[in-house]
């Protein structure tokens, strides 16, 4: 069952092309991941998707419906948290609530059940103006808000952004429980780390996907053996290593350098090399690639 | 019909919790009808004049107290050589003086005319044609005096070629300005705030992600605004009769039908400029520039559409708090009968109608 799909997607604000040729298919009952860095065109894509704006090209429909000609209906049935914090702020938490449980024909009552989880965390403050929330509740209520009408599909726009980890790890345990509930989710991110919680992901640049695939296919694609090197003088390291002629790549990845090593050359050889400058404390190991890894990579393809 | 209620409730949250802008909307008709009824007024009183009198009879005395002991006058300076008339316009603190011809009682008495001569500060020229219009009216009451008195035509004649008007209640001309000028700032310009503050702070995308009427969406903005400059007008219509004491001499009725019309235009308009624009600060400066400085500037609130040059006055036709306050004045003072509005109505109605049209043709279901 097919929750929803486009097809060859064109999109472009004057000269700058946000989205190219863009094809994807969501199966109902899924989470689906799309990755990539800001202005790759992940918002783009959702507001055509949730029938805000018209593609130049290219078809969509959501739930069997034609994001042009039933936009009406699609209106309905699905949710929508766009990625800029979208409530009214001089609002309180429950009237937030209930007005958009109004908006979308039905009461907080109706579908409690479903937002429970993560209202009654904020219920507490629920005579508080929005504005005045801390960023995770501030999502939690925005989440709560776009769930109240119980929509077939979710979209969420880089729900997590700017939400400190507690919140992100209790919003993403919100959605897998939603996904029992039968809900097609469709979310954005640009934190890497949290793809691999998808059940699939579509890594997006420059309004491309370079791939679709499980987070667990996408690394496993991973065509070599990555290295993780680290020392005591890591600014130097980065400009060594982006010199040396046998290392096939490196990235700068937190603490530490991801690189890979051309065919014949083993890590001794960077160990030794390394020494030579008189490099300190130099730690290599072979490391499992990461989702970021795989999206660096077909990056710079 | 909930969902419409639920929307217009949460527009009146937001208006009634940004206390300041309410407190602005509130105070402002007050403010201005206060401002333009007592400080920027044109009216005369206890006007400082001076006095060149070489007669020194009966007549001119009589006169010069009639002068003084009127509300509008107070003679500051009695004048001993008429030299001294240039100096004491330098000063600045004499606005008018009255110069008396040579033996004035004998030639008003034996050839039944006398002239006077008024000299007003030419550099307000508004204020000048009121001063010597009040002067002229105090002469011609003492003329009227005497001749009751001996039945003979008596004639003083006063040297200025500026017109009188009895009235010259400055409040007359801008109660109908400032009703205008209200309504509009109230529906057009909140209004379109209104709708762009949510494209702004981008609920506006939630709002057309729902089920929820892009029509109900606009409507239900316009309900607060609507109702909010209702009060305004009652406000400026009780000050204007209580305060400032400018009769309501038409029909109330037809004064609200023709309010309500001209309201439903600046909503219409509000709403075109929110499909326009994509920040309150746009919005603002839109219909700043393009309504209000052409209510201040073209409707004939603060200059008379007679005198424009005719390109400016057809430019005005198209400005509709003209209609309205021409309106306004002919039913508010004059107290004219419905046929002496009929056009105005049907031109502010064609406005309402078609600007709406246009609107609603503009405003889009979707993102930009």
């Known amino acids: 069952m097919v929750a929803l799909s486009a097809n060859n997607l064109n999109k472009s604000y004057g000269t700058v092309q946000a989205l190219t040729d863009l094809s994807l298919e969501v199966e109902k009952g899924e989470i689906y991941g799309i990755i990539g860095p800001d202005g790759a065109g992940k918002t783009t894509l959702f507001r055509i998707l949730t029938t805000l704006l018209l593609a130049d090209s290219g078809t969509a429909t959501v739930d069997g419906l034609d994001v042009v000609k039933d936009y009406k209906q699609i209106r309905q049935i699905i949710g929508y948290m766009p990625g800029k914090f979208s409530l009214y702020q001089d609002l309180t938490v429950e009237e937030n609530l209930t007005f958009f449980a109004t908006v979308f024909h039905t009461t907080i009552e109706e579908n409690y059940h479903l937002i429970e989880d993560i209202y009654k965390q904020i219920e507490p403050f629920k005579d508080r103006r929005a504005g005045k929330l801390s960023g995770g509740m501030k999502q939690k209520l925005a989440l709560s808000c776009a769930l109240i009408h119980k929509p077939t599909v979710l979209f969420l726009d880089e729900p997590t952004t700017g939400v400190d980890p507690v919140s992100r790890k209790e919003f993403w345990e919100m959605l897998m429980k939603l996904k029992t509930e039968g809900i097609t989710i469709i979310v954005s991110t640009p934190y890497m780390d949290e793809a691999t919680l998808c059940d699939r992901i579509a890594l997006i640049q420059d309004g491309e996907f370079l791939k679709v695939d499980t987070p667990r296919n996408i690394v496993a694609d991973y065509p070599d053996t990555l290295w993780a090197v680290q020392a005591d003088q890591m600014h130097q390291l980065l400009r060594d290593l982006r010199d040396l002629p046998f290392i096939r790549r490196s990235f700068s990845f937190g603490e530490t350098f991801h690189v890979t090593f051309d065919n014949d050359t083993t890590p001794g050889q960077l160990k030794d090399f390394l020494a030579a400058k008189s490099y300190t404390n130099i730690a290599i190991k072979e490391i499992e690639p990461t989702v970021e890894d795989c999206f660096m990579l077909l990056s710079r393809k | 019909m909930k969902q419409f209620r639920s929307f217009v409730r949460k527009e009146y949250y937001h208006i009634f919790r940004d206390k300041r802008t309410m407190l602005i909307l509130l105070a402002m008709p007050i403010v201005q009808i206060l401002l333009f009824g007592f400080a920027i007024t044109t009216e005369v009183k206890d006007v400082k004049v001076a006095v060149f009198d070489p007669s020194k ?142 494209k702004e702070t981008g609920t506006m995308e939630v709002l057309l992600s729902s089920p929820m009427k892009p029509i109900y969406i606009i409507l239900a903005k316009a309900v607060p605004y609507f109702t909010l400059s209702i009060v305004n007008l009652i406000t400026i219509l009780l000050l204007s009769v209580f305060v400032l004491g400018v009769p309501v001499s038409g029909s109330l009725f037809w004064l609200a039908i023709l309010s309500l019309l001209f309201v439903f235009v600046a909503l219409a308009l509000g709403l075109f400029i929110s499909t326009l624009v994509n920040t309150q600060m746009a919005a603002m400066l839109a219909s700043g520039m393009g309504l209000m400085m052409p209510i201040m500037l073209l409707s ?69």
């Open chain 2, 300 to 368: 004939g609130m603060m200059f008379p559409i007679e005198s424009m040059p005719p390109v400016l006055q057809w430019v005005s036709a198209i400005v509709p708090a003209r209609w309205y306050i021409e309106a306004v004045k002919k039913i508010m003072i004059q107290g004219v009968e419905l046929q002496y509005i009929a056009k105005e109505l049907v031109i502010i109605g064609v406005m309402a109608i078609s600007l709406i049209m246009l609107a609603l043709s503009k405003f889009k279901t979707r993102l930009s």
């Open chain 2, 57 to 198: 009879d009966a007549s001119t005395q009589r006169i010069k107290e009639r002068i003084n002991t009127s509300e509008y006058f107070t003679i500051a300076e009695e004048l001993t050589n008429i030299d001294q008339i240039n100096d004491i316009f330098k000063y600045g603190k004499i606005n008018l003086v009255i110069v008396f011809s040579e033996n004035f009682a004998e030639n008003l008495l034996h050839t039944g005319e006398a002239k006077v001569q008024l000299i007003a500060d030419g550099t307000d020229p508004n204020q000048a044609s009121t001063l010597t219009g009040y002067v002229s009216g105090i002469l011609g009451s003492y003329q009227q005096e005497l001749m009751e008195q001996y039945q003979v035509p008596f004639q003083i004649i006063p040297e200025t070629r500026m017109l009188y008007n009895p009235q010259l209640k400055s409040a007359y001309n801008f109660v109908p300005g400032v009703m205008g000028l209200i309504l509009m700032l109230i529906c057009a310009m909140m209004t379109s705030i209104a709708i762009v503050r949510e």
